[in-house]
């Protein structure tokens, strides 16, 4: 079964990613020759076969996506395993950091997500198989392709993926902000990490909350109580990052 991407940086990503097979690059006939120059380019390079069909039918295949008279048939994302993130750490020299999601919902948040933890290096991200989305066609396109560079994993439980990366010697932070959370800056982030962000709606789950070595919060000064998901997570990451000293 094929699945078809959209929006032009997510599939030009995603060719130079490199990872996923792909059956051909759809494109509208209507189309001028320079708007989607960069994909026909792209394409030819890993010699991809490219179609032309009418705008109509991009926009029958593509539903109410925003499809940029372009998309790209592939197969699958092929997930993988929290070994190979150590890996990735390892071959970098550096200490282990990984985003887990708990049960997010929104496609938007998850690729929103998905490309601040490409963008500040994570090596891996894992969520929950069940109850849970994947990597679908509309978390690529949020995520603007970076989820083609990540190595993500479908985990079963994540308490007990939890219980494995803290017996590997990875500190557990849950993104919290209920009784025992502390301000993110008032914790050491600077080792082997993991950084746990909950549901839009109800944050985490009892059991995974338990099995967090620390809780912290981003402090808020104005007059809002919350952020959302995906701004919460990534200003977290951005500290974690920070805190290894590998931000200017």
């Given at each position: ?5 959209y929006?032009r ?25 320079t708007?989607?120059?960069?994909l026909v ?10 179609e ?12 109410d996506s ?5 998309l790209?048939?592939v197969?699958p994302?092929?997930?993988s ?8 750490a ?8 990984l985003l887990?999601l ?18 500040v290096g994570?090596h891996?991200?894992v969520i929950q198989?069940?109850r849970a989305g994947?990597?679908t ?5 949020a995520?603007?392709?970076a989820?083609?560079?990540?190595l993500i ?5 994540l308490?007990r ?20 959370s502390?301000p ?5 982030l600077?080792?082997a ?8 709606g109800k944050?985490l ?9 620390f809780l912290?919060n981003?402090p808020?000064?104005?007059r809002?109580?919350?952020?959302n998901?995906s701004v919460?997570g990534?200003l ?8 290894r000293?590998?931000?200017?």
């Amino acid at each position: 079964m094929t699945e078809l991407l959209y929006r032009r940086n997510a599939l030009l990503e995603t060719i130079s990613a490199g990872r996923r097979k792909i059956v051909r690059l759809l494109l509208s006939q209507e189309s001028t020759p320079t708007s989607n120059a960069p994909l026909v380019i792209a394409a030819k390079g890993k010699a991809i076969p490219i179609e032309r069909i009418p705008r109509i039918e991009i926009k029958q295949r593509a539903g109410d996506s925003v499809h940029q008279d372009a998309l790209l048939e592939v197969h699958p994302y092929t997930y993988s395993d929290v070994a190979a993130m150590h890996a990735r750490a390892r071959e970098l020299q550096e200490e282990t950091l990984l985003l887990m999601l708990d049960l997010l919902q929104s496609p938007g948040n998850f690729g929103r997500l998905l490309r601040t933890a490409e963008a500040v290096g994570v090596h891996g991200v894992v969520i929950q198989k069940r109850r849970a989305g994947g990597v679908t066609p509309a978390v690529v396109a949020a995520s603007m392709g970076a989820s083609e560079h990540l190595l993500i994993s479908r985990v079963t439980n994540l308490a007990r993926a939890i219980e494995q990366l803290r017996g590997e010697g990875v500190w557990v932070a849950g993104l919290d902000s209920g009784p025992g959370s502390q301000p993110l800056d008032q914790n050491d982030l600077n080792r082997a990490l993991v950084l746990v962000v909950g549901n839009e709606g109800k944050g985490l789950r009892r059991l995974v909350r338990k099995r967090c070595d620390f809780l912290i919060n981003i402090p808020m000064f104005g007059r809002v109580k919350s952020l959302n998901a995906s701004v919460a997570g990534s200003l977290a990451l951005y500290a974690a990052r920070n805190a290894r000293g590998t931000i200017a």
